[in-house]
Every structure is written in C-alpha cells, then in structure tokens.
C-alpha cells in the first residue's frame, strides 16, 4: 500500500525550543518535499530534495533545514522555533520518473503549535 | 509575489450545475499544471494534470483547460454532487528531469449545495 507517514500528528513547542518533523514513504520515491500550509496562503514550498543528501531551498527555507540519509525518510527541522511557524507541515514524494513522475503523494499533516 | 493565484476564495453551485475554478500563473517557463483536492483534516491528493503541450484533458466528469497566451487554466467539474463539496488547489511548475517544482494556490472551497 503507497503511503507517506508523517510523525508527529499534533506537536506543541515553546518558543525557543527544536522541532523535528520525520517523514517517511515506502514507494521507493526519489523526489520528496516539505510544505506548509496557512489559511489564505495555500501550500507553500519549504524544501524539496532529489535524492539523499540532495536537497534544494523552496520558496521559504528560511528557519528551516532538512535532513535526507536514507531515500525513504525526509527530516524537517526547526531549530529554536518561533511563533511564525505555527502552522500545518506536509510531506510529499513524487516517483520522479515514468509514467505520474510529478504526481506528488501527501502525508497527513503534522499540525504546529508553538507558543 | 504569488506566482500561482486563485482568484475566488470560495464558490457555490447547486447539485447537477457545473463548477468551473479558476487558477492564473505568472511563470512562462511552467510546463506541467494540476488541480488537487482537499477534504478538511486530510492530505491533498491529485485530480487531474496537463502538459503544457495540451490545451484541454478530459476525465470522467473532469476536464482541465490550458490557455497558454493567458496564464490560465482552470477545471471543470459536471453534475456536481455533494461529495465534490473540498477545497481545490491548483499547482504549476516546471518538469526538471520527470520531479516538479511544484507551486500551489491559495485555494477555492467549493460548497455543492443539494
């Protein structure tokens, strides 16, 4: 069954304080990516990465870095997270080639609170 | 500034009617171009794409429209139903090498109303 899993589902951070978002699939997806999701601003580009230790700046890296070792598994991190990055985080991987190459699958979200 | 705009927040239409969204782009070098939908609390998963060498793709009660001189394209849903009732999001981009930089609207929640 094709799936990307998101971990957590819910997180709650202080100010200040380091975020890890884990992602992983199991479609053997060479393209992955990190978005987030805020009302009126639809999804908007974090990271995206190619391949392992391939990874490209989005439209708003700044605040963020990733982290791809393994080609299933694609890290999110925020270190000393502010109030501005409450928000909803997907993870996405795309086959990247044949037929559907750019079809991006979706986790389920991890929803950030940080107060 | 937004490269890839929804114009209308929200739409409405009665049970049977068509629903037509709306989506206009800024990069002339997009080149792949999709609708997704999304139920609340759930991920966005794809509808339809296009080529940019294509000016209208048709799937079930689906079809995309591609006019490449405006920057436009947009989706059609006939005989709308209740189930249609998400938020749709519309992304281009660029094919690099079969992955897609993929930028995304803001979103239009369409309301079927039965």
């Known amino acids: 069954d094709m799936k990307v899993t998101q971990m957590p589902r819910y997180l709650i951070k202080r100010m200040g304080e380091n975020v890890l978002l884990e992602c992983g699939q199991d479609?053997?997806?060479?393209?992955m990516y990190w978005y987030r999701q805020d009302p009126g601003l639809g999804l908007q580009l974090i990271y995206i990465?190619?391949?392992?230790?391939?990874?490209s700046e989005g439209d708003i890296p700044k605040g963020y870095r990733v982290s791809r070792k393994k080609r299933e598994h694609f890290s999110l991190i925020l270190d000393s997270a502010k109030t501005n990055q409450t928000s909803v985080y997907f993870c996405?991987?795309?086959?990247?080639?044949?037929?559907?190459?750019?079809?991006?699958?979706f986790g389920s979200g991890t929803r950030l609170t940080v107060l | 500034g937004q490269q890839v705009k929804q114009s209308s927040p929200s739409l409405t239409v009665q049970e049977g009617g068509i629903s037509i969204l709306n989506c206009d782009y800024e990069n002339d070098m997009f080149d792949y171009f999709a609708w997704y939908k999304k139920y609340p609390d759930n991920s966005p998963t794809l509808l339809i794409s296009?080529?940019?060498?294509?000016d209208k793709r048709e799937d079930g009660r689906l079809t995309v429209f591609l006019n490449k001189s405006g920057k436009h394209f947009s989706l059609h849903i006939t005989a709308s139903q209740p189930e249609d009732t998400a938020v749709y999001l519309c992304?281009?981009?660029?094919?690099?090498?079969?992955?897609?930089?993929?930028?995304f609207g803001e979103g239009t929640k369409l309301t079927v109303s039965s």
């Open positions: 996405a991987s795309s086959p990247g080639t044949g037929r559907g190459a750019e079809t991006l699958y």
């Open positions: 296009v080529r940019s060498n294509v």
């Open positions: 990465s190619y391949d392992v230790d391939s990874n």
């Open positions: 479609m053997s997806h060479e393209t």
């Open positions: 992304a281009a981009g660029v094919n690099q090498g079969g992955s897609a930089k993929l930028i």
